[in-house]
């Protein structure tokens, strides 16, 4: 599952699964908060992140579309 950390400076940090969002969080550590590199264990980043489901479900919403584009294609089969 897709998560992120809102870090105290208002930057959102992304990952797809836990290791690309320790990846993206300690590449933002080294950009804006050189003085924490090295300090925040992996364990601790993951305890500031939170599911991206909770502010925005991408996926289930394309899939959505995607259903509504093949009925749509189906109707107009049928009505031809
Ligand atoms: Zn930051």
Do not use: Y
């Not at 950009?31 to 479900?57: C, F, N, Q, T, Y």
């Not at 294609?73 to 031809?80: I, S, V």
């Amino acid at each position: 599952m897709a998560k992120l950390i809102e870090c105290e400076d208002g930057f959102v940090v992304r990952g797809e699964d836990d290791d690309a969002l320790v990846a993206n969080a300690e590449r933002h550590i080294a950009e804006a908060h050189p003085d924490l590199v090295g300090k925040l264990s992996r364990d601790e980043i993951l305890a500031m992140a939170k599911d991206e489901l909770l502010s925005m479900a991408e996926e289930p919403d394309s899939n959505w579309q995607r259903t509504k584009v093949t009925r749509g294609a189906r109707r107009t089969t049928a009505a031809t």
